[in-house]
């Protein structure tokens, strides 16, 4: 089936995870509006600068198409949608959840203790409790690299200016500060930059825990207006036992079109608010590196003894177990050993060198770079049915489960077997960035987690209630992630993760004790990322319900 997209009128963040197109710094800005004039005023002035979604070429035939140095996207609250005066019926007929906003989806999201909304930095805090403070436009920024510096280029300090001046010239839009312990007016983030053999500067698309994130990140139909190597699309579209992969239905992730089920998500009234939007779901996580550090070093010791192999394949091991990849992205399932993984980068070393190259790539380059891809992503758990290669509570097997949910998965038949089907309606976009220094240090750090999606209950909230922080659909009991679960203090005395041995193997399997939460929510909310049509309209007032 040939699914159209209208790119041109779709946000360009929604359909490109920017960072892994060159864009490894990002700034991210929040509005109030004091007044619906102003709301207004403001979307007119930002709309004409939103990056929308059509795909850049390296021409500059074509000034529309080329890469910008710096993107722009805009979000916005339900309750920014309310101050722009949308009418009655449209507001209501916004899904709940949206309506309610993520500080009050807290028990939802396991969002209790230190990740509670008393908890969360200022900005987040006081849009709770001071309706005059309250979010209502995200503004969010991604700059490409200065070469020579690592830093961002010049244009972002420009855009930066241009906003936050915005709200001396218009009255009634105000800057909100308070991210942070230093309550800053912006959030920052930034991949890794780091000195490259040649002298220059080159990026590591890592977290601070040291993996990749994003890896198998969600492909659909029509995402891009020309053709794709099929590579692209392997692990991270639709699985079937009977057809393998394929691209998922745009509609899990753009309002108006057809989704895994062959509807449409539910939208307000009028169908051009919504039609060719999304939902975001912008959330600031802080990694407690230092204790993650801390306790895989100390059970690093204990695996080590247990299994008879050197302190530092446990170190990597343990890791990779609870996290189901390896730190150079291969996967556990068909990478399942230590020498496995030393093959394998041995194997794949030329491909960060290909990516560092300068001008368009040669034809050998492209079917490395494709055969890359497969082996990162080209698999699936049938085999490892038991989880004795990749755990069954691993993070990206919760993530993203791809055929270990279907009821019929050991069926010798593909014509009985489900494949993915029960995973392709809980999918999500994942457009995150780190924020904080690399390295050694006490400062704030973390991951400021951008999820997309057609329907926030069905797809974040259920990933994050059901698969993240509870265990039962893996086979894991009331455990949660081990990566970025809650724990609960009255479970302090049972096992938090296992790791099985395959029976007959002379080793037992091997249990990881209550673990400390090493990821703490520390703000966010839910945002509507519109079309540009739909905001061209906001910006004049005219939508009307009937």
């Known amino acids: 089936m040939t699914h159209k997209i209208d790119l041109w009128d779709v946000q360009g963040n929604i359909v490109r995870a920017y960072g892994r197109f060159g864009y490894p710094h990002a700034r991210h800005l929040f509005f109030h509006f004091a007044t619906p004039q102003a709301g207004r005023v403001a979307l007119a002035f930002l709309t004409p600068l939103v990056t929308n979604a059509v795909t850049w070429t390296a021409s500059d035939r074509d000034p529309e198409t080329m890469a910008p140095r710096v993107t722009m996207n805009l979000g916005l609250t339900w309750r920014g949608l309310q101050a722009l005066g949308l009418p009655t019926r449209s507001l209501t007929d916004m899904p709940d959840?949206?309506?309610?906003?993520?500080?009050?989806?807290?028990?939802i999201l396991s969002d209790c203790g230190v990740s509670d909304p008393a908890n969360w930095d200022q900005i987040w805090r006081e849009s709770v409790t001071d309706p005059s403070k309250a979010v209502h436009l995200w503004v969010a920024?991604?700059?490409?690299?200065d070469p020579a510096t690592g830093g961002p280029v010049s244009q972002l300090a420009d855009r930066l200016h241009s906003l936050r001046d915005l709200p001396r010239s218009l009255g009634g839009l105000v800057l909100l500060s308070g991210h942070g312990a230093e309550g800053l007016d912006n959030q920052s983030g930034a991949l890794d930059i780091v000195d490259a053999p040649d002298g220059g500067k080159a990026v590591l698309p890592l977290e601070h825990f040291g993996f990749a994130d994003g890896i198998s990140d969600p492909i659909?139909?029509?995402?891009?207006?020309?053709?794709?190597?099929?590579?692209?699309?392997?692990?991270?579209?639709?699985?079937?036992?009977?057809?393998?992969?394929?691209?998922?239905?745009?509609?899990?992730?753009i309002l108006g079109h057809v989704d895994e089920s062959q509807e449409t998500s539910r939208t307000g009234q009028p169908a051009d608010?919504?039609?060719?939007?999304?939902f975001a779901v912008f959330r600031k996580l802080e990694q407690d590196v230092t204790a993650f550090d801390d306790y895989m070093a100390a059970q690093a010791e204990v695996f080590a003894k247990s299994q008879g192999i050197p302190l530092d394949e446990a170190a990597i091991t343990l890791k990779a177990k609870i996290v189901g990849r390896w730190p150079n992205g291969a996967p556990?399932?068909?990478?399942?050993?230590?020498?496995?993984?030393?093959?394998?980068?041995?194997?794949?070393?030329?491909?960060?060198?290909?990516?560092?190259?300068?001008?368009?790539?040669?034809?050998?380059d492209q079917q490395r770079l494709a055969a890359w891809r497969r082996a990162l992503n080209d698999f699936?758990?049938?085999?490892?049915?038991?989880?004795?290669?990749c755990p069954l509570g691993a993070h990206i097997r919760r993530g993203n489960p791809r055929d270990m949910l279907d009821p019929l998965i050991a069926s010798p038949s593909v014509l009985r077997r489900t494949g993915a089907a029960l995973t392709n309606r809980r999918r999500i976009l994942r457009r995150g960035i780190p924020y904080g220094a690399f390295g050694d240090g006490d400062g704030e750090r973390g991951l400021l987690f951008i999820a997309i999606c057609a329907d926030l209950q069905r797809q974040y909230e259920f990933v994050q209630q059901?698969?993240?922080?509870?265990?039962?659909?893996?086979?894991a009991g009331n455990n949660g992630c081990p990566l970025i679960g809650r724990r609960e203090a009255e479970a302090a005395d049972v096992p938090a993760f296992t790791l099985p041995q395959k029976a007959g193997s002379g080793k037992p399997p091997h249990f990881l004790p209550a673990m400390p939460d090493f990821v703490r929510t520390k703000g966010g909310d839910y945002f509507f990322?519109?079309?540009?049509?739909?905001?061209?309209?906001?910006?004049?007032?005219?939508?009307?319900?009937?």
């Open 466 to 475: 059901q698969w993240m922080n509870h265990g039962m659909d893996m086979q």
């Open 97 to 107: 959840e949206f309506i309610d906003g993520m500080a009050r989806r807290a028990p």
């Open 220 to 253: 659909f139909a029509g995402q891009a207006d020309r053709s794709i190597d099929e590579s692209v699309i392997v692990g991270r579209g639709r699985f079937s036992s009977r057809d393998g992969w394929s691209a998922l239905a745009p509609g899990e992730f």
């Open 141 to 145: 920024l991604n700059a490409r690299m």
């Open 380 to 389: 699936t758990f049938r085999e490892d049915r038991d989880g004795l290669s």
């Open 529 to 546: 990322l519109p079309s540009l049509t739909a905001l061209r309209i906001m910006s004049i007032g005219g939508f009307d319900p009937t």
């Open 332 to 364: 556990l399932v068909t990478v399942p050993t230590y020498a496995d993984m030393q093959r394998f980068g041995a194997e794949w070393a030329d491909v960060q060198k290909i990516y560092a190259r300068k001008g368009p790539r040669s034809k050998s």
């Open 273 to 278: 608010l919504m039609r060719n939007g999304s």
